[in-house]
Structures are given as C-alpha cells and as structure tokens.
C-alpha cells in the first residue's frame, strides 16, 4: 500500500557515489519537487560513479553534478539529520550510521537492501547491467512506498 510522500527524505548508502545518488535523482523526477531530498554516504572517499551517471541518464534523471558528501559533512554544511522525515538507507553500513545518529531524535530510519553493483560484470555491458538491476531495485521500492511516477514531476 502506497503512503503519502513525506516533506524530507535522506538517503545513504556507503560512499554516496552509486546507489543514494541514484535514489535521490530518481526521488526528485519521479515526484517533483514538492519532498525534500538529499543523499549521503558513511564516507566520502569516491565521486560520483560514471556508470550510476550512465544508467540514469537512460530515464533522464541527471546525475553529473552530483557531489558526494559523507554524513559528517553534511551536518557541517548545515542540513540537520532531525529535519528529515526518513531516513532510507542502502547498505547495512548505512543504516548502522543512520540508527546510530538517529537514536536521540523522532526520525524513522527504513533499510532498504539495494544491490551494490560495483565490481560486478566483466564487460562494460555486463556492468551496465547490473547497474540498471540496482535502478531497477531502487524504482520498484519507490513505487512500492509512494506510487507511480507523478506525470509533471
């Protein structure tokens, strides 16, 4: 059953170079504007992943611009984890640090196990393909928590 979509949503995966990047591109055009959304990672060691760039752009979600950010970052640039609505983590890691920060504040943390597609495929298409079955993944559990995809967004 689908729930109406919350004012601010947070999604962290480990590195905020594949997957929470891809969720929230995805997030913002599949449902405009009108929610709150960010991603982060435990860590910020990496860019954005050329490959997450590659298979988003196939829906015409924009990723290039993306700068990764690591949760301690993000507090210092000023977005406060109490001010999300949900937290959605992508990794166990992810959601460790979610429920660790999260642990003094009324904000609901829900994982959701993404496949991590780096590393995965020997072949460009064949990593292309594992790529697209993490979109897909993250798709499918938009959909499932808040609807088809808003036609103006």
């Not at 004012?7 to 055009?29: W, Y």
């Not at 959304?37 to 050329?50: A, L, P, R, T, Y």
């Not at 950010?69 to 166990?92: K, Y």
Request: include cysteine; glycine fraction near 6%.
């Amino acid at each position: 059953m689908t729930r109406p979509l919350p004012q601010s949503v947070l999604f962290c995966c480990d590195h905020n170079a594949v997957r929470s990047p891809m969720a929230e591109g995805i997030m913002k055009k599949f449902y405009g504007t009108g929610t709150y959304v960010q991603s982060v990672g435990v860590k910020n060691d990496m860019e954005i992943d050329g490959f997450s760039i590659a298979v988003c752009q196939e829906l015409d979600v924009e990723l290039s611009r993306h700068r990764s950010r690591s949760f301690d970052e993000m507090e210092q640039w000023g977005d406060d984890l109490s001010s999300f609505d949900l937290v959605v983590a992508l990794s166990p890691a992810s959601q460790r640090r979610a429920l660790e920060l999260t642990r003094f504040y009324h904000v609901e943390v829900e994982y959701w196990p993404i496949l991590d597609p780096t590393g995965l495929g020997e072949t460009r298409s064949a990593k292309l393909d594992s790529y697209r079955a993490a979109r897909d993944q993250i798709i499918t559990r938009l959909t499932e928590r808040w609807g088809a995809a808003q036609k103006d967004s």
